[in-house]
């Protein structure tokens, strides 16, 4: 007995075990579509698998993949045909999980301007905020209507998408997502329309996953996170009133009119399996890439991405 109570007594004075840090990059400023991340951190899932992470929007869009690879990061929020890009660049970069697991990227217009077909941005300008990434999937949408990506001039925008379609700056943009900028132009009270990109010759792919160094990471750190979100993932789907005030909550900007219409639109399009890969859309996507001509031959999956729960 006494050393039952002595071994009770040491347990209660132990301090608590130190939580193992983590530095995840976002792709952009905190939205809807980072809600599994939010929502794990708020509701201490991340703690929960000894974790401290700590979450960090980018400046540049384009950047956090590639501080990742340079070893500045744990984890990078980051888009499947980026991925493919970047390994055909030699960045050493696995994708290791996914946040969005369909399309959101969209080619917008204005509802009522003149661009009423994508035939008719030839000579147009087009905006874009992630070079590699937009000019791959463009390159396939206007082929298909005859337009050469020679034809239309590019124009970083940055983080303006649907700010430099109203304001006349462009004919359109590509990257703005159908859950988040459609929803701003109407708040706005200026109407898009979508030119959706898996209906326009691009495959199927996952919109946002996780990417991170193979050659530094922490596979039980890495898979710990993910679990977290999937839990977070889970709690969103069966309280999806409650996880959004959760997310409102964690900053104050976050409360507006666009989160809460975005909110709704992304809660379908979260991955319940944030391990789980699709080798085939990684095949597929890898050689439309390579069919049109944006990169240099195949890459196996394996060298692309890895399923970290099936190991």
Not at 8 to 20: C, I, M
Not at 41 to 62: H, K, M, N, R, T
Not at 170 to 177: C, F, K, Q
Not at 254 to 282: C, H, I, M, Q, S
Request: charged share 20%; hydrophobic share 45%.
């Amino acid at each position: 007995m006494k050393h039952l109570i002595t071994a009770a007594a040491l347990l209660v004075a132990t301090p608590a075990l130190a939580q193992d840090k983590m530095t995840l990059l976002l792709d952009w400023f905190i939205n809807p579509d980072h809600g599994p991340i939010i929502v794990a951190e708020e509701l201490g899932y991340f703690a929960e698998q000894g974790l401290e992470v700590e979450i960090i929007a980018p400046a540049d869009p384009s950047a956090p993949p590639k501080l990742v690879a340079a070893g500045q990061g744990d984890i990078a929020v980051s888009y499947q045909p980026s991925q493919h890009l970047h390994v055909a660049e030699g960045l050493p970069l696995i994708r290791v999980g996914t946040l969005i697991a369909t399309p959101l990227n969209c080619l917008l217009v204005l509802k009522d301007g003149p661009i009423q077909e994508i035939s008719q941005l030839k000579g147009g300008t087009i905006g874009f905020s992630v070079a590699g990434v937009e000019e791959a999937v463009l390159s396939a949408m206007l082929g298909r209507h005859g337009v050469a990506l020679d034809d239309v001039e590019m124009v970083n925008v940055n983080f303006s998408l649907s700010p430099s379609l109203m304001s006349g700056q462009v004919d359109a943009v590509i990257g703005a997502y159908r859950n988040f900028e459609l929803n701003q132009m109407e708040i706005e009270g200026v109407e898009g329309r979508c030119f959706y990109v898996e209906e326009e010759g691009v495959p199927t792919y996952d919109e946002l996953i996780y990417v991170a160094n193979p050659d530094r990471m922490d596979t039980d750190q890495v898979r710990r996170f993910l679990r977290a979100t999937e839990l977070a993932t889970q709690y969103i789907v069966n309280n999806p009133e409650a996880s959004w005030a959760l997310f409102k909550g964690y900053a104050p900007e976050l409360d507006d009119a666009l989160n809460a219409k975005a909110w709704v639109d992304t809660l379908p399009r979260f991955a319940l399996r944030p391990e789980a890969l699709d080798e085939g859309r990684y095949t597929r996507f890898e050689a439309f890439l390579s069919e049109s001509g944006l990169v240099e031959g195949t890459r196996s999956v394996s060298a692309l991405a890895v399923d970290l729960g099936a190991e």
